[in-house]
């Protein structure tokens, strides 16, 4: 089975350009989450998706951050402008149904910089 | 407000010794715990769940963690580390004052297993 799929792995840009990345959960999995994990710090939620619908996004500062899952299936996460703050590794996750009891699996991350 | 405390930034242990990561909680309601572990430039990997049961989990890779109410933790152990166990460990909380199924991180246990 293939595992949850970001890209790009890497991104350098400067502070007030935009940037976006990419997530492909698990075939078949409806809910699929976006975290920020901060340098040393343990992830931390931006948005939930149960199919193509919001479940949570109280976290997210929607002002400069925006993230869309139209068809249900794939994710994108925006930054626009970024700020030297955004440099951290964004992680989508996904699980097969929003449950409680359920496990989240994780891609591997996009390591952000902002310069 | 739910939280997890990893009082610990690293841990160290020989290979073949046991080891301990500790972690302990704090929610309103009933308590979803979970351990995840990162390994460099990859995402985290679910090792085991707590939802409700037998106070000893058992999970992945031959870790198990044991829960306890009166205490509030939730410690991950291994009888007999490995090297390949060295890692990032994180212990996680379901955060049921949201709307959705996120988990609250701990800020991570680096556990170093030497030869």
């Known amino acids: 089975e293939a595992g949850v799929a970001q890209s790009p792995r890497y991104k350098i840009i400067e502070k007030r350009q935009s940037v976006a990345f990419w997530c492909n959960p698990i075939?078949?999995?409806?809910?699929l989450y976006w975290y920020q994990q901060i340098l040393g710090q343990g992830p931390k939620l931006l948005i939930q998706?149960?199919?193509?619908?919001?479940?949570?996004d109280s976290q997210l500062p929607k002002d400069r951050f925006s993230a869309e899952r139209l068809k249900g299936v794939d994710s994108t996460l925006k930054i626009q402008p970024a700020k030297l703050e955004d440099s951290a590794v964004y992680l989508c996750?996904?699980?097969?149904?929003?449950?409680?009891?359920?496990?989240?699996?994780f891609g591997p991350g996009t390591r952000l910089t902002v310069l | 407000a739910q939280s997890v405390a990893q009082p610990e930034d690293q841990v160290n242990v020989a290979e073949g010794n046991p080891l301990t990561v500790k972690c302990t909680y704090s929610?309103?309601?009933?308590?979803?715990l979970f351990w995840y572990v990162q390994y460099p430039n990859r995402g985290l990997q679910f090792l085991l769940k707590?939802?409700?049961?037998?106070?000893l989990v058992k999970g992945s890779y031959g870790f198990e963690a044991e829960f306890n109410k009166s205490q509030t933790s939730f410690h991950l152990k291994k009888p007999s580390a490995l090297v390949s166990d060295s890692a990032l460990y994180f212990c996680?909380?379901?955060?049921?004052?949201?709307?959705?199924?996120?988990?609250?991180f701990g800020k991570g246990t680096t556990l170093s297993v030497s030869s």
């Open positions: 996750a996904s699980s097969l149904w929003s449950s409680q009891f359920t496990e989240q699996f």
């Open positions: 075939s078949g999995h409806a809910t």
């Open positions: 707590y939802i409700t049961g037998d106070n």
């Open positions: 996680a909380v379901r955060d049921l004052n949201q709307a959705g199924t996120a988990l609250i």
């Open positions: 929610v309103s309601g009933n308590p979803y």
């Open positions: 998706f149960q199919n193509n619908g919001v479940v949570d």
